[in-house]
């Protein structure tokens, strides 16, 4: 079973940039595609990035498309989100988790995935 642990979050300013880590440790992560979702007080848990088994193929939310990034190291077991021009509509905790299955292309439905992270918190100052 893996575990992961998601680092990176703080509080900044609008406009400002944060880079998120996905630390994984259990089994190797290389096989499986990875989600990144965020859920805002009040708010159901929304799908934000997801990245492919190998790293060649990345989705995004609309809302976040152009201003965040995802990517992988698979030789670290770690996968990020860079989320650069960030507006306090992005305030949120976000978590990592991976897919159910191996060898997929990463699903912006949170039931596709197996093994959550606990969260770390984001905050954006107007």
């Known amino acids: 079973q893996v575990q992961l642990v998601e680092s990176g979050g703080g509080l900044v300013q609008a406009g400002g940039s944060l880079r998120l880590s996905c630390a994984a440790s259990?089994?190797?992560?290389?096989?499986?595609?990875i989600g990144w979702f965020r859920q805002a007080p009040g708010n159901e848990r929304e799908f934000v990035a997801a990245?492919?088994?190998?790293?060649?193929?990345?989705t995004y939310a609309d809302v976040v498309m152009g201003r965040f990034t995802i990517a992988r190291a698979n030789a670290r077991n770690t996968v990020y989100l860079q989320m650069s021009n960030l507006r306090p509509e992005d305030t949120a905790v976000y978590y990592c988790a991976e897919d159910r299955l191996q060898f997929r292309s990463g699903s912006d439905s949170s039931r596709d995935y197996a093994y959550w992270g606990r969260g770390t918190q984001v905050t954006v100052s107007s």
């Open positions: 990245i492919n088994w190998s790293g060649g193929r990345a």
């Open positions: 259990g089994h190797p992560i290389s096989n499986y595609a």
